[in-house]
T-cell receptor
Framework: AQSVTQLGSHVSVSEGALVLLRCNYS??????LFWYVQYPNQGLQLLLK??????LVKGINGFEAEFKKSETSFHLTKPSAHMSDAAEYFC???????????FGTGTSLTVIP | ETGVTQSPTHLIKTRGQQVTLRCSSQ?????VSWYQQALGQGPQFIFQ???????GRGNFPPRFSGLQFPNYSSELNVNALELDDSALYLC??????????????FGPGTRLTVT
């Protein structure tokens, strides 16, 4: 069965600093991996997804993630944090049949002015 | 194009009661998934419906059931409510139909409180 683990439930960065949110996956087959963002009192919005086409995936709002099979990781990065990036971020993995989804416990990102 | 909508926004129920939550899919989407998100946790997959049939299920008891209608809208029913059922319930629609790489579009959720 697939699963994801997010390291660090809270991350704080200064405005303009690098954002790094960590996600490790467990899967016996090549995974389909996703990063979602959730703003307060809202649903989830897709940032980016990995579907084996390219290991470096670019998403919306300047975010990107790199799939590293050797490390079973799919960390989310952004070169320069903005105040508007403050939110909850979730890593997720889908089953190969697309009928099961597993989310991590989330990382709350705080951006300090 | 309208997005995914959910009703009601908030709901308060008493332990032992039954509740029905509703979701309208994004136009053209034939697959709906439901999630439970407890406070401070990630969403937990409840089940998925594709063309009116349950297509996948997470680790939830049978008192969690669902329906998908011909217009692809959906309901989540929970019987015999327990205090631990208090959570945000999220609905997501997609064109997945068993394809894992399709994007899911999430609604804003229904906040259920069980007292």
């Amino acid at each position: 069965a697939q699963s994801v683990t997010q390291l660090g439930s809270h991350v704080s960065v200064s405005e303009g600093a690098l954002v790094l949110l960590r996600c490790n996956y467990s899967s016996s087959v090549p995974p389909y991996l996703f990063w979602y963002v959730q703003y307060p009192n809202q649903g989830l919005q897709l940032l980016l997804k990995y579907t084996s086409a390219a290991t470096l995936v670019k998403g919306i709002n300047g975010f990107e993630a790199e799939f590293k099979k050797s490390e079973t990781s799919f960390h989310l990065t952004k070169p320069s944090a903005h105040m508007s990036d403050a939110a909850e971020y979730f890593c997720a993995v889908s089953s190969n049949t697309g009928n099961q989804f597993y989310f991590g416990t989330g990382t709350s990102l705080t951006v300090i002015p | 194009e309208t997005g995914v909508t959910q009703s009601p926004t908030h709901l308060i129920k008493t332990r032992g009661q039954q509740v029905t939550l509703r979701c309208s899919s994004q136009s053209g989407h034939n697959t709906v998934s439901w999630y439970q998100q407890a406070l401070g946790q990630g969403p937990q997959f409840i089940f998925q419906y594709y063309r009116e049939e349950e297509n996948g299920r997470g680790n939830f008891p049978p008192r969690f059931s669902g329906l998908q209608f011909p217009n692809y809208s959906s309901e989540l029913n929970v019987n015999a409510l327990e205090l631990d059922d208090s959570a945000l319930y999220l609905c997501a629609s997609s064109l997945a139909g068993g394809q894992p790489h399709y994007e899911q579009y999430f609604g804003p959720g229904t906040r259920l409180t069980v007292t």
